[in-house]
Nanobody
Framework: QVQLVESGGGLVQPGGSLRLYCAAS????????MSWYRQAPGKDREMVAN????????NYADSVKGRFSISRDNAKNTMALQMDSLKPEDTAVYYC?????????????????WGQGTQVTVSS
């Protein structure tokens, strides 16, 4: 059974940091590109960052470049998102996904390979 479990969310003040984790089971993440998405209240789900199968290709949304860092550990079947200099507009539920990366920068999420999400709230 495919399962992705996010953790590490919470309440943090503006300018603070959080590290999110995604633990996969039921499949091997080394066969997939991986990504983090987020969805704020009343907004569509948006891609935050994605990473190729071996970690050599990484893409970020413009809104998080220079502040967020995505990484993966294929041996442990996990992925992480280091979030620094957090802003109130980063408040959202964050989801991990396994999918495919085409041409180095076009990520296609795989349906059924979503986690349940972890809440990140940035507020003073």
């Amino acid at each position: 059974q495919v399962q992705l479990v996010e953790s590490g969310g919470g309440l943090v003040q503006p300018g603070g940091s959080l590290r999110l984790y995604c633990a996969a089971s039921g499949f091997t993440i080394s066969n997939y590109a991986m990504s983090w998405y987020r969805q704020a209240p009343g907004k569509d789900r948006e891609m935050v960052a994605n990473i190729g199968q071996l970690g050599g290709v990484i893409n970020y949304a413009d809104s998080v470049k220079g502040r967020f860092s995505i990484s993966r550990d294929n041996a442990k079947n996990t992925m992480a998102l280091q979030m620094d200099s957090l802003k109130p507009e980063d408040t959202a539920v964050y989801y991990c996904n396994a999918g495919a990366l085409y041409g180095g920068n076009v990520y296609v999420p795989r349906q059924g390979y979503w986690g349940q999400g972890t809440q990140v709230t940035v507020s003073s």
